[in-house]
């Protein structure tokens, strides 16, 4: 965070990641701070019970839930976090909101388990997160965001690799 922030200061004059008023500022860094490791996807896909898949996916749920009341609060209409502007927050948040949103439907609800597939934007649509929703998909629909995403496979393999070096390491 500490050079993201230098590199958008270095470049204010060419940039608007850095947002001018000293509150969007500090709305900008507090978000990324709370609702940052709301995308973490690692509990769930390292739950080998079934109780502690449904606590994991509980605490995404909760996690959701709050940035929602977040991204309300801050801007209600976004589509980002301080409205029109993509900011650092975004910048910053993005790489876990596409991973988390191509890893968790790729990697769950394939198991023996009755675990149910998990995707960020269904559990959007469940729990009636419209503000949320609209943000994951302006972020992940942004050209500067989509110019540096990693392909869906490249995400699906990495992780499998992960996965099977967390296996191995049991052993």
Known sequence: MVVAEFIAEAYAESSQLLPKRAEDRAVMRLFIELCG???????????EEDKDF???????????????AFLKHSHPD?????????????????????????ILPAF?????SSRKPVDPLDLCDELGLIRLRKWIEAV???????????????MIESTTRMLERFAAMKK
């Open 37 to 47: 490791s709301t995308f973490s996807y690692f509990p769930l896909l390292r739950a």
């Open 54 to 68: 449904d606590i994991a996916l509980k605490t995404l749920k909760e996690g959701l839930v709050n940035t929602d």
């Open 78 to 102: 976004g589509p980002f976090l301080l409205g029109d502007k993509f900011t650092l927050a975004e910048c910053t948040v993005a790489p876990f909101v596409q991973r988390c949103c191509t």
């Open 108 to 112: 769950t609800g394939k198991s023996k």
């Open 140 to 154: 992940n629909s942004r050209p500067s965001v989509k110019a540096s995403e990693v392909s869906a496979n490249g």
